[in-house]
Antibody, heavy 119, light 106 residues
């Protein structure tokens, strides 16, 4: 069974950095693209980008370019989303998901990682 | 970039009703369209991909379709467990855009 397990909730202060993890199991982690999605409180889903864990090839949505960094360590089946210079507007639930083939459609999702930025 | 305008933003219907949610693309779609179901406190779940291919985990009452730049998700006979927010997504190999979401209440 394909499973993605994300790191737990985080509370950070403005200006701090954070790395969210997403660990996959039940499939060949290095071979499937993995996407990231943001959902701010009370708002809809926003596409962040895609990363190929095996090749560390990353494609960012223009809205998130320079604001986040995607990375992966296929040897431990884990992908990361790094947020730097946190602002209150970064407070959100962040989801990872496994792509359907080579696409930005996500067939299996993590449970989400809640990030709260507050002074 | 293609924008997906989803309507309605919310709807209330009764058990057994036929419900249709629509996403209108701002231009001819060069990729594909998917639909997700999102319940509070849970991860989103893929319902339909490639415009009309339904996921096995969902019952046959869920179906996707398209006509020109209009894409639809239809629930043929609404059930209590279908209460959720539904999102459309235009996607390609390297990018994606979500609609604003439709909250379906029973």
């Amino acid at each position: 069974e394909v499973q993605l397990v994300q790191s737990g909730p985080e509370v950070k202060k403005p200006g701090e950095s954070l790395k969210i993890s997403c660990t996959g199991s039940g499939y060949e982690f290095a071979k499937y693209w993995l996407g990231w999605v943001r959902q701010r409180p009370g708002k809809g889903l926003e596409w962040v980008g895609l990363i190929h864990p095996g090749e560390s090839d990353a494609i960012y949505d223009p809205s998130f370019e320079g604001l986040v960094t995607m990375s992966a360590d296929w040897s431990i089946n884990t992908a990361y989303l790094q947020l730097s210079g946190l602002r209150a507007s970064d407070s959100a639930m962040y989801y990872c998901g496994r792509s359907v083939g080579y696409s930005s459609c996500l067939s299996n999702w993590g449970q989400g990682a809640l990030v709260t930025v507050s002074s | 970039d293609i924008q997906m305008t989803q309507s309605p933003s919310a709807l209330s219907a009764s058990v057994g009703d036929r419900v249709t949610v629509t996403c209108r693309a701002s231009q001819t779609v060069r990729g594909w369209v998917a639909w997700y179901q999102h319940k509070p406190g849970k991860a989103p779940q893929l319902v339909v991909d490639d415009t009309s291919r339904s996921e096995r985990r969902f019952p046959s009452r869920f179906s996707g379709g398209a006509s020109g730049t209009d894409f639809t998700l239809t629930i043929s006979s609404l059930q209590p467990e279908d209460s959720a927010t539904y999102y459309c997504q235009h996607y390609t190999a390297s990018s994606a855009t979500f609609g604003q979401g439709t909250k379906v209440e029973i």
